[in-house]
T-cell receptor, first 114, second 116 residues
Framework: DQQVKQNSPSLSVQEGRISILNCDYTNSMFDYFLWYKKYPAEGPTFLISISSIKDKNEDGRFTVFLNKSAKHLSLHIVPSQPGDSAVYFCAASGQGDSNYQLIWGAGTKLIIKP | GAVVSQHPSWVICKSGTSVKIECRSLDFQATTMFWYRQFPKQSLMLMATSNEGSKATYEQGVEKDKFLINHASLTLSTLTVTSAHPEDSSFYIC????????????FGPGTRLTVL
């Protein structure tokens, strides 16, 4: 049973426009959510996170929105740049989890078209 | 801050040999590190959680005698693939939990293992 779902395997966006990546979760115990970016043959890079006490967190071109009632979060990238082309993973964690593990989505491949 | 390194970045070995991969947190102390494996076109698969000074916790289906994990210090965890076989060929990535109290993991660049 996938607790974190990224339903879009890929997304293509024109350079300069907004990229919106979506993520859904099922476990109501999750209270911390993260987005990572990954290039082929490299480790994931941490982008931005949000705690469940917030509904929005912004860092430069990246904004994460959290809708707890819908168990949905999204990552907005504005404006999209060619270097943003990568696979984006959503991850979730319960702070009460003593293992500190992250539960990962399957990833969404973002392609920025020039 | 929060830089994690891995060594080696790639390794080719003969079947039956053992390979050690190091994971270091360079600018912070990590009581908890994680080892992942990634198959082509698939998501990350958590292999084990490594806690400094104690035994690693392995995920279901991961052979602890084959994938030996040692977390002897707050900045170093090692993964040893023992008696490697071609099916162990994969991309291995480590991560370290940050010190902010939140469960943010910072990843190493990964190690590509090829077993001939």
């Amino acid at each position: 049973d996938q607790q974190v779902k990224q339903n879009s395997p890929s997304l293509s966006v024109q350079e300069g426009r907004i990229s919106i990546l979506n993520c859904d979760y099922t476990n109501s115990m999750f209270d911390y959510f993260l987005w990572y970016k990954k290039y082929p043959a490299e480790g994931p890079t941490f982008l931005i996170s949000i705690s469940s006490i917030k509904d929005k967190n912004e860092d430069g071109r990246f904004t994460v929105f959290l809708n707890k009632s819908a168990k949905h979060l999204s990552l907005h990238i504005v404006p999209s740049q060619p270097g943003d082309s990568a696979v984006y993973f959503c991850a979730a964690s319960g702070q009460g989890d003593s293992n500190y593990q992250l539960i990962w989505g399957a990833g969404t491949k973002l392609i920025i078209k020039p | 801050g929060a830089v994690v390194s891995q060594h080696p970045s790639w390794v080719i070995c003969k079947s039956g040999t053992s390979v050690k991969i190091e994971c270091r947190s360079l600018d912070f102390q990590a009581t908890t590190m994680f080892w992942y494996r990634q198959f082509p076109k698939q998501s990350l698969m958590l292999m084990a959680t490594s806690n400094e000074g104690s035994k690693a916790t392995y995920e279901q289906g991961v052979e602890k005698d084959k994938f030996l994990i040692n977390h002897a210090s707050l900045t170093l965890s090692t993964l040893t693939v023992t008696s490697a076989h071609p099916e162990d060929s994969s991309f291995y990535i480590c991560s370290a939990r940050g010190t902010s109290g939140l469960n943010t993991q910072y990843f190493g660049p990964g190690t590509r293992l090829t077993v001939l």
